[in-house]
């Protein structure tokens, strides 16, 4: 028997089936892509100054690599989405919100819709001309319950966004009090909440939501509107964005909410990592930490993973 010869060939199956299980371990490699903000804790200080190696990124509570980390300067598509059934004293807060979709960047789009039945209405389109997107500014409808669900509208517009541009970063602004009328008592697992983030998280969409009671306060009460503000805290920080609101009522002015988005909007960043992928693309956990001291961070809980060649 040649025993070198027997040698060599089991020596030849080892290294190619180790060089199978290499490529079969690249192919199941996925990449993610995630909005981060990063805000001086301090209004007059300088934005940090933020390398790779400040970045700790955990996937499904596993380390994995990061691959790119750079300021965001692409195209920027803003959709302020407002609750239909909102009373028409919300008509107050119109020239905070003009002032807000004038101040976005000149080369970013923005549009106004509004929450119906279940469905997010665009009113025009996705422009860089700021004020088609005024113009589209209309008092809501006043009728309690004509949003069905801001999760379904949230849904709704995240599956039908209104540009074809994945590489665009897409911001929804939410206004509205946040009770899902299918599931008005608070429950950390409501399925249309649940699936508005899924359908966000796919979409690329970070959810920014400000929270407008839409009924007087004899139609409302205190759990009602707990579970609202906790129902757009979920989604908020699942997606990267922040949620505001003040108490249980109405502040006298949004100005503050919007100077603060217009502000995050100046200051977000791109992240891209690596990540074990099982073949299809899926949602993750994510943790980001940034070691820097004096600055706010601010990054989803929820990222799209899919495999390279689909980024």
């Known amino acids: 028997m040649n025993q070198p ?23 199941h490699q996925g990449q993610g892509v995630a909005v981060v903000t990063v805000l001086p804790k301090q209004e007059s200080a ?14 499904n509570g596993k380390p994995v690599a990061v691959t790119d980390w750079k300021p965001l300067q692409n195209s920027l598509e803003v959709v302020l989405l407002i609750d239909g059934s909102a009373r028409n ?10 002032k807000f979709l004038r101040a976005l960047p000149p080369n970013s789009k923005a549009a106004v819709a509004y929450m119906a039945y279940g469905r997010a209405v665009i009113v025009g389109k996705l422009s860089t001309d700021h004020e088609l997107a005024v113009h589209g500014l209309h008092l809501p409808g006043g009728l309690p319950g004509s949003n069905a669900s801001p999760y379904f509208c949230l849904s709704d517009l995240a599956k039908n966004w209104p540009s074809a541009d994945r590489s665009a970063r897409r911001e929804v602004v939410m206004v509205t009090d946040g009770v ?20 966000s ?3 690329g969409v970070v959810v ?25 805290g979920e989604v908020s920080d699942a997606t990267g964005g922040k949620s505001f609101w003040q108490g249980t009522g109405n502040p006298v002015s949004l100005q503050p909410y919007f100077d603060e988005l217009n502000r995050r909007l100046q200051h977000q960043y791109e992240l891209t990592f690596t990540s074990p992928l099982k073949g299809k693309p899926e949602i993750v956990n994510l943790k980001l930490k940034l070691s820097l001291p004096g600055a706010e961070v601010r990054s989803p809980q929820q990222v799209l993973v899919s495999p390279a060649a689909q980024m």
């Open 89 to 98: 004293s919300l008509g107050n807060q119109f020239d905070t919100m003009e």
């Open 46 to 59: 300088l934005p940090p100054q933020i390398t790779m190696q400040k970045l700790s990124v955990k996937v």
């Open 180 to 199: 899902d009328n299918y599931e008005r008592q608070f429950n950390p697992d409501d399925p249309y909440v649940e699936a508005a983030i899924s359908d």
């Open 201 to 203: 998280v796919r979409a």
């Open 5 to 27: 010869g027997m040698v060599v060939g089991v020596a030849v199956m080892t290294l190619l089936a180790a060089t199978a299980g290499f490529a079969q371990s690249e192919a």
């Open 208 to 232: 920014d939501s400000i929270y407008w009671l839409s009924t007087v306060v004899a139609d409302s009460s205190l759990y009602q509107s707990n579970a609202g503000q906790s129902n757009l």
